[in-house]
């Protein structure tokens, strides 16, 4: 499976932006695709996943209420909205999936976009 993301750019703070991620090689149908972000010196974090089930989905703490993930399988894309932005969610954010299973660990996850800049100006 490959992933591209796009969508990302330079925002303000309490702005939104939707970044989108697009696979090929497969169908999504049966993959949890997540979301990753890593800002500049600190470790990639879970941002939020969808399941393949019933679109179920999980958010961390730290975007929780500020973030929507959703998914277009026909489309095999996954969307993920982020409103009311702060300074702190400046990061590469990245698409990954693996099948079947949720997780919030990068160790579990086997396919990976090159990732995008998001950017939020205080």
């Known amino acids: 499976v490959q992933l591209v993301e796009s969508g990302g750019g330079l925002v303000q703070t309490g702005g939104s932006l939707r970044v989108s991620c697009i696979a090929s090689?497969?169908?999504?149908?049966?993959?949890?695709m997540s979301w990753f972000r890593q800002a500049p010196g600190a470790e990639r974090e879970f941002v939020g996943a969808?399941?393949?089930?019933?679109?179920?989905?999980e958010y961390a703490d730290s975007v929780k209420g500020r973030v929507t993930i959703s998914r277009d399988n026909a489309k095999n894309t996954v969307l993920l909205q982020m409103n009311s932005l702060k300074p702190e969610d400046t990061a590469v954010y990245y698409c990954?999936?693996?099948?079947?299973?949720?997780?919030?660990?990068?160790?579990?996850?086997?396919?990976w976009g090159p990732g995008t800049h998001v950017t939020v100006s205080s």
């Open positions: 990954a999936t693996r099948r079947y299973y949720m997780g919030r660990i990068v160790e579990e996850y086997d396919y």
């Open positions: 090689g497969d169908s999504i149908r049966d993959y949890v």
């Open positions: 969808i399941h393949w089930i019933d679109d179920g989905t």
